[in-house]
Antibody, heavy 123, light 106 residues
Framework: QVTLKESGPVLVKPTETLTLTCTVS??????????VAWIRQPPGKALEWLAH???????SYSPSLRTRLTISKDTSRSQVVLTMTHMDPVDTATYFC???????????????WGQGTQVTVSS | SYELTQPPSVSVSPGQTGTITCSGD??????TSWYQQKPGQSPILVIY???KRPSGIPERFSGSSSGNTATLTISGTQAMDEADYYC?????????FGGGTKVTVL
């Protein structure tokens, strides 16, 4: 059974760094067809892709947030970590991690999603 | 930057066919996926690679893509299909989501 579970702070202050962890089960982060992405959704708004990480440690970031994001993984702990620097109230959102299935990006899709974690940015 | 455009809302009567469009430059040359999201829940994949249906997704959901438009069709729409629907495609290494379409069944 494939599951993904996000964890991290519920509240962060402006200018702080957010660190989120996605713990997966039911698949291996070393499987070349199975990658993990972070996607967020501000209240009442659309989904926004942030970053993804492949099994060979290849990383891709949203061009608009690239300078603020870092994605990494600990395969032995089945965890993918996203850090976002210089948090601002506009970054208030539900943050999802999702499994990205496919050997190459252009044919990949998100077949399993975590429940999401709500992050509020406020002083 | 690449954009995907969806109508903000679509209304469909129970038992009827509803269609949701997703437009983007030469979108038919890319693969489109579709996700259903109900209030307070995580998105669920309903169509991938334009027209493939994951296990467990009802046959009433179908997809197609050609030219600049991908389409999600819900045949015999049920009340449980009321949700937000998002299209998604790739622009190189970047993931692009559409703005979402709220489907109302009434």
């Amino acid at each position: 059974q494939v599951t993904l579970k996000e964890s991290g702070p519920v509240l962060v202050k402006p200018t702080e760094t957010l660190t989120l962890t996605c713990t997966v089960s039911g698949f291996s982060l070393s499987n070349p067809r199975m990658n993990v992405a972070w996607i967020r959704q501000p209240p009442g708004k659309a989904l926004e892709w942030l970053a993804h990480l492949s099994s060979n440690d290849d990383k891709s970031y949203s061009p608009s947030l690239r300078t603020r994001l870092t994605i990494s993984k600990d395969t032995s702990r089945s965890q993918v970590v996203l850090t976002m620097t210089h948090m601002d109230p506009v970054d208030t959102a539900t943050y999802f991690c999702a499994r990205m299935l496919g050997s190459v990006a252009s044919i990949s899709y998100f077949d399993f999603w975590g429940q999401g974690t709500q992050v509020t940015v406020s002083s | 930057s690449y954009e995907l455009t969806q109508p903000p809302s679509v209304s469909v009567s129970p038992g009827q066919t509803g269609t949701i469009t997703c437009s983007g430059d030469r979108l038919g040359d890319k693969y489109t996926s579709w996700y259903q999201q109900k209030p307070g829940q995580s998105p669920i994949l309903v169509i991938y690679q334009d027209n493939k249906r994951p296990s467990g997704i009802p046959e009433r959901f179908s997809g197609s893509s050609s030219g600049n438009t991908a389409t999600l069709t819900i045949s015999g729409t049920q009340a449980m299909d009321e949700a937000d629907y998002y299209c998604q495609a790739w622009d190189g290494r970047n993931v692009i989501f559409g703005g979402g379409t709220k489907v109302t069944v009434l």
